[in-house]
Nanobody, 127 residues
Framework: EVQPVESGGGSVQVGGSVRLSCAASGYTFTRDCVAWFRQVPGKEREAVAA????????HYADSVKGRFTISQDNAKTTVYLQMSTLKPEDTAMYYC????????????????????WGQGTQVTVSS
């Protein structure tokens, strides 16, 4: 069973940076879509970014373009989300989502398409 685990969250000041990691023990993201979503209490889960680990296509939400970068390591065991120029509105629980054998296109941003979710890691941006 694939169980992604997120790490790297924490508290950071406005304008700062943080890198999140998503890895699943004993699993290689060979031809999957791996996405990052975020959620704040009382709101729907919001898509942030996604990467097709087979084709390396990459997608971003408009709200994070130019500030966040999604990537994977060469071994395809870890997907990263580098978050820079952070704003208070980036504060949320960040989740890693995986859908096997999915190219991410076209509807990478739909949470319902992902069957495997991590437990989340909290990112808090404060001034």
């Amino acid at each position: 069973e694939v169980q992604p685990v997120e790490s790297g969250g924490g508290s950071v000041q406005v304008g700062g940076s943080v890198r999140l990691s998503c890895a699943a023990s004993g699993y290689t993201f060979t031809r999957d879509c791996v996405a990052w979503f975020r959620q704040v209490p009382g709101k729907e889960r919001e898509a942030v970014a996604a990467i097709s680990t087979g084709g390396r296509s990459i997608h971003y939400a408009d709200s994070v373009k130019g500030r966040f970068t999604i990537s994977q390591d060469n071994a395809k065991t870890t997907v990263y989300l580098q978050m820079s120029t952070l704003k208070p509105e980036d504060t949320a629980m960040y989740y890693c989502a995986v859908e096997k054998l999915f190219s991410c296109s076209p509807n990478w941003f739909l949470a319902a398409l992902y069957n495997i979710w991590g437990q989340g890691t909290q990112v808090t941006v404060s001034s």
